[in-house]
């Protein structure tokens, strides 16, 4: 059973930078997709990237190209989302993802593990 454990978030203005985390225990880490999401008021959870363990191939949702940036660790056993310029419409709960796979990543269904979920707030 892979936990996962998020950290970082909070409110802030627009345009400044913030770095989410998310640690795993309980599973091979270095086996484990990686994906974060997002769920805004009253919307759907979005994709917003993700990273495949096989080849370390990264993917982003439209909306956060050239903005986010996602990376692993693997001998920390974490995933970071490196969010630039941030933006009102940035504005949601971030959660972070383990997937045993590595195909059709932008998918949260491919998704078993998720993180406790971690608010992020841009006002203008």
């Known amino acids: 059973q892979v936990q996962l454990i998020q950290s970082g978030g909070g409110r802030m203005q627009t345009g400044v930078s913030l770095r989410l985390s998310c640690a795993a225990s309980?599973?091979?880490?270095?086996?484990?997709?990686l994906g974060w999401f997002r769920q805004g008021p009253g919307q759907e959870r979005e994709f917003v990237a993700a990273?495949?363990?096989?080849?370390?191939?990264?993917y982003y949702g439209d909306s956060v190209k050239g903005r986010f940036t996602i990376s692993r660790d693997n001998a920390k056993n974490t995933v970071y989302l490196q969010m630039n310029r941030l933006k009102p419409e940035d504005t949601a709960v971030y959660y972070c993802?383990?997937?045993?796979?590595?195909?059709?990543?932008?998918?949260?269904?491919?998704?078993?593990?998720w993180g406790q979920g971690t608010q992020v707030t841009v006002s203008s």
């Open positions: 990273i495949a363990w096989s080849d370390g191939t990264i």
């Open positions: 309980g599973g091979t880490f270095s086996t484990l997709s």
């Open positions: 993802a383990a997937a045993v796979g590595f195909k059709d990543l932008t998918s949260r269904g491919q998704y078993r593990y």
